[in-house]
């Protein structure tokens, strides 16, 4: 009686929703339209638990991120996000999470309405970059995101590898090279990586290297070492990964895309800059362009 009342009790346990959940589940029933959500509130009243607490925190952070998001992606790609490209984005993995999320941003009086959206699908069917650029708050961010790169020198960076090695951009001074910006289950880095490897094993011997910076640790997303270790492995990468930094972040524009990636040439210039989910000849253009 003993064992099967704790096998009971485990698998009422796993059965019991995430935090993520939670907290998505408790915004999807309570959040009404014009009425602000104030995340103090949440905290002091409603979820008290740390891991929930964590979510919001992840949520709120990403909140003020998502308007240069949706501007940036119609920028390269010259079409409007899809919730479900929204969600993979910010690693929104809670059905419906991405909507609520969008319909708190048109209750809050700081995000400028820029967006509309399709009442019965929540997908977004217009946006007004120039009501984003005139906001104080949004406009030199999205300017800086969606600013041409094409012939500007490469930012300087620094990070660590997940080896714990130190690395730092003068390492890399009179060789091409792709910084390369992904986190850890990423749908469109995980559909690039395959491509990644086989390209770089085909142009290494030309001497040309890729960074490929992780941002889980800047995103907040709690994989442990062990996940982006066997990623790796399993991926047969060979070459340089690291952790990414808020400040080489900012320094690449604020990068809030996934994949994005920036090719520099020898003499140290931005010679592609290629974001969101591209094909394998799109990214080998890029090489050879970096190699001449």
């Known amino acids: 009686m003993k064992i099967l009342t704790s096998a009971l009790l485990l698998a009422a346990l796993l059965q019991q929703p995430d935090a993520e959940t939670r907290v998505v589940n408790y915004l999807k029933a309570n959040v009404k339209p014009g009425q602000p959500v104030i995340v103090a509130d949440l905290v002091n009243k409603v979820f008290k638990a740390p891991d929930e607490q964590q979510v919001l925190q992840r949520l709120y952070n990403t909140f003020f991120k998502i308007p240069g998001a949706i501007v940036e992606f ?9 919730l479900k490209e929204l969600s993979e984005q910010f690693a929104f993995k809670v059905p419906g999470e991405m909507d609520v999320i969008l319909r708190i941003m048109e209750s809050d009086p700081r995000i400028p309405k820029f967006m509309t959206r399709n009442p019965r699908t ?3 069917t217009k946006i007004d970059v120039a009501i984003i650029k005139a906001d104080p708050n949004f406009g030199k961010a999205v300017e800086r995101t969606i600013a041409g790169w094409e012939g500007k020198q490469a930012p300087p960076f620094s990070l660590t590898q997940f080896s714990g090695q130190p690395l730092n951009s003068t390492a890399l001074a009179g060789q091409p090279y792709m910084v390369y910006f992904w986190f850890s289950n990423c749908p469109p880095c995980v559909q690039t990586t395959p491509t990644l490897v086989k390209l770089y094993n085909k142009y290494s011997a030309q001497k040309f290297r890729i960074v490929a910076a992780n941002a889980d640790h800047v995103l907040e997303l709690t994989y442990p070492d062990s996940v982006r270790t066997n990623y790796v492995k399993a991926q047969g990468i060979q070459f340089t990964t690291g952790h990414l930094t808020p400040t080489m ?3 690449y524009g604020g990068v809030s895309l996934f994949p994005t990636m920036f090719f520099v040439n020898r003499q140290g210039k931005v010679v592609k800059h290629l974001v969101s989910l591209q094909t394998e000849a799109a990214i080998e253009a890029a090489i050879k362009e970096t190699l001449k």
């Open 74 to 82: 119609q920028a390269r790609t010259k079409r409007i996000p899809t």
């Open 249 to 251: 972040q900012q320094a």
């Open 122 to 124: 929540g997908e977004i």
